[in-house]
């Protein structure tokens, strides 16, 4: 659903005797009510007809583009864990691979920076949208397993026999569609994915 809200309204939840709020950090919720800072009343200004839960389920995100989406209870993650994180809903979103640090006030996810984990970065990024990978997803590829990669967002996914982990982050797979019996050349990739994964 899209709304028409202030920027700065970050959250909105339903207190228990029907009115919304609107919230810049996004309130905790307590045995009766949702806590936050500087609530802003939005009853006069929005209809929230569609919403037909209790209150308890109703603290939404509001997204860059006006549209909201649920927030839900945050999941137990451990420093380093793969997730598949991107800053962009709709069909044109790209899912970069990165390792979890810990999930900012507002709820986002924050990563470290680049791909790196926390025992080679200490800079970490914030993301919008994040996703726990599928079990084959996160499958390091191994010498000569064909994997899907790309220079760019412009570019369409192209097959190749992986080789080893670039410095940056990126992939280096043997030239052409030969694998380690047929060359020694190789060339390094920006991105990558395993031919498996979304």
């Known amino acids: 659903m899209k709304l028409q809200i202030s920027r700065k309204m970050k959250y909105v939840a339903k207190d228990k005797i029907g009115s919304w709020w609107g919230y810049l950090v996004m309130p905790s919720k307590s045995k009766d009510e949702w806590n936050g800072t500087s609530p802003r009343p939005l009853n006069n200004t929005l209809d929230f007809s569609w919403f037909s839960g209790d209150w308890e389920d109703s603290l939404h995100r509001v997204l860059n583009d006006g549209t909201i989406e649920k927030v839900t209870d945050l999941p137990d993650l451990a420093a380093d864990t793969p997730v598949l994180v991107c800053d962009f809903k709709g069909s044109g979103r790209e899912w970069l691979k990165r390792h979890f640090s ?16 926390h025992w080679t970065e200490t800079k970490t990024t914030q993301w919008s949208h994040w996703k726990l990978p599928e079990e084959e997803a996160l499958r390091t590829p191994k010498k000569d397993d064909l994997v899907l990669v790309r220079d760019s967002n412009a570019q369409g996914w192209i097959p190749r026999y992986f080789s080893h982990f670039g410095h940056d982050g990126g992939v280096v797979c043997f030239d052409g569609m ?15 994915k395993n031919p498996k994964a979304n």
């Open 102 to 117: 810990h999930f900012a006030s507002d709820g986002s996810i924050c990563c470290f920076s680049d791909g790196g984990t």
């Open 178 to 192: 030969l694998c380690s019996s047929e060359t020694t050349h190789t060339c390094p990739w920006r991105h990558w």
